[in-house]
Nanobody, 123 residues
Framework: QWLVAESGGGLVQAGDSLRLSCAAS????????KGWFRQAPGKEREFVAA????????YYGDSVKGRFIVSRDNAKNTVYLQMNALKPEDTAVYYC????????????????WGQGTQVTVSS
């Protein structure tokens, strides 16, 4: 059974940084593309970032480009999302997801999801 678990969320102030982690167990992470998505209350799930199996490709949503960095450590079966210069509009539940074989930005393409971690940015 594939298990994906996010951690690292919390309450921060605008301008602060936060790093989210996504740990996978049950299957080899290095065979899956990984994505980060977020969902704020009353809004649709939004693409944040994605990284290919080898880390050769990364995609970012327009609202986080230049502030967030996605990375992965296949040896640790973990994917990271470094979030810098956080804004109140970044407040959401952040989800990690996995898919294969092709890296995409559409949440409907992702097959496995974590439970999410709350990020709250105060102004």
């Amino acid at each position: 059974q594939w298990l994906v678990a996010e951690s690292g969320g919390g309450l921060v102030q605008a301008g602060d940084s936060l790093r989210l982690s996504c740990a996978a167990s049950g299957r080899a992470l290095n065979t899956y593309e990984k994505g980060w998505f977020r969902q704020a209350p009353g809004k649709e799930r939004e693409f944040v970032a994605a990284i290919s199996r080898s880390s050769a490709l990364t995609y970012y949503g327009d609202s986080v480009k230049g502030r967030f960095i996605v990375s992965r450590d296949n040896a640790k079966n973990t994917v990271y999302l470094q979030m810098n210069a956080l804004k109140p509009e970044d407040t959401a539940v952040y989800y990690c997801a996995a898919k294969r074989p092709v890296l995409t930005t559409d949440p409907n393409d992702y097959q496995y999801w974590g439970q999410g971690t709350q990020v709250t940015v105060s102004s």
